[in-house]
């Protein structure tokens, strides 16, 4: 049985379709249910679901055989404040997982995130420790402090799963995102405002270094977020930290542009202001270093930024 947590959620329902395709039994956990998340089940046949609370008190009872733990349910906004929640929820929570699958011999990979970089004065190379990284944000130092705790675990030599990996996502985009609301990807809001208004509002910038729209991250398309997953579940011969990005860092104003063209629309681009909750606490680069990958093995070719946009657009489309 595989265990995919945060299974309604975006990259975790991209990856319980996957695994559903390759036959696997799956046992599918989540906050309770919403209609717009529940769609991103569609096709999905033969899954057990449990609440996420429940699961944990399963854990201790009626779940067993567990070959892995996909551990992606988190809170995931980069603009939350309360850090007793989001140490109890990213932090707590992703810690009972990793014991529970060290006991049990369970595989264990989760996702931790670009967040963690902060703004980027190490090169995002996952090879850094993350005791010397200094997220932006509350979400950020979340998933940084659980990865800084599963390493020091590894490193006084307690129990852990045998085969682990935490996956740094960057600028994540694809099908099965619009439930995120404001915490879904540009490719995203650019095809809903689009719809909308046709045209596309873009932050401007709050760096001198970068014109506006042209703040550049590491856009990676959900697909490859998930081939990164199975890889390291399957392949990978080192357990540790790992990037899941594209190493092409690409601009805000050729994403968009790959949104109109998807669409068969000249571009109509303005800009506004960025938030005030987000000033201050924004990414302006991001280029996932991905050494480590490709040296432990993986080779596969990442879905170009117009190829990506393209499917998800399609998809979108299809609503």
């Given at each position: 049985m595989i265990v995919v947590t945060g299974a309604a959620g975006f990259i975790g329902s991209n990856l319980a379709q996957r695994l559903a395709v390759?036959?696997?039994d799956l046992l599918l956990v989540d906050h309770p249910l919403t209609a717009p998340k529940l769609a991103n089940w569609v096709g999905l046949r033969d899954f057990r679901f449990l609440d996420h609370e429940r699961f944990l008190a399963a854990l201790g009872t009626e779940i067993r055989n567990v070959d892995a733990i996909f551990h992606l349910g988190a809170c995931s906004s980069t603009t939350e404040n309360n850090w007793t929640y989001l140490e109890r929820n990213n932090v707590g929570y992703t810690r009972t997982l990793w014991n529970w699958c060290a006991?049990?011999?369970?595989?264990?990979?989760?996702?931790?995130?670009?967040?963690?970089?902060?703004d980027g004065s190490h090169d995002f190379d996952d090879r850094t420790p993350p005791v010397e990284?200094?997220?932006?944000?509350?979400?950020?130092?979340?998933k940084n402090d659980f990865d800084i705790w599963a390493l020091a675990e590894v490193a006084e030599g307690r129990p852990n799963p045998p085969r682990w990996a935490g996956l740094k996502f960057f600028n994540v985009y694809g099908?099965?995102?619009?439930?995120?609301?404001?915490?879904?990807?540009?490719?995203?809001?650019?095809?809903?405002?689009?719809?909308?208004?046709?045209?596309?509002?873009?932050?401007?910038?709050t760096d001198p270094a970068y014109a506006d729209g042209e703040q550049l991250r590491d856009f990676v398309y959900v697909g490859d977020c998930v081939d990164h997953l199975h890889w390291?579940?399957?392949?990978a011969p080192t357990n540790g930290l790992y990037n899941s990005g594209t190493g092409t860092p690409r601009t805000f104003l050729d994403l968009a542009k790959a949104t109109f063209a998807a669409l068969?629309?000249?571009p109509n681009i303005r800009f506004i202001d960025m938030p005030g909750d987000l000033a201050g606490k924004y990414q302006n680069f991001t280029k996932a270093a991905t050494t480590k990958l490709r040296a432990a093995g993986y080779d596969g070719t990442p879905t170009t930024l117009e190829d990506g946009v393209h499917t998800t657009v399609r998809w979108l489309e299809s609503l």
């Open positions: 390759d036959g696997h006991a049990n011999g369970s595989s264990f990979l989760y996702a931790s995130s670009a967040a963690t970089y902060g990284l200094t997220p932006l944000n509350l979400y950020g130092k979340s099908p099965r995102e619009p439930h995120k609301g404001r915490m879904a990807s540009v490719v995203y809001q650019t095809w809903r405002q689009i719809k909308a208004t046709a045209g596309m509002a873009l932050f401007r910038s390291l579940w399957r392949k068969g629309l000249n």
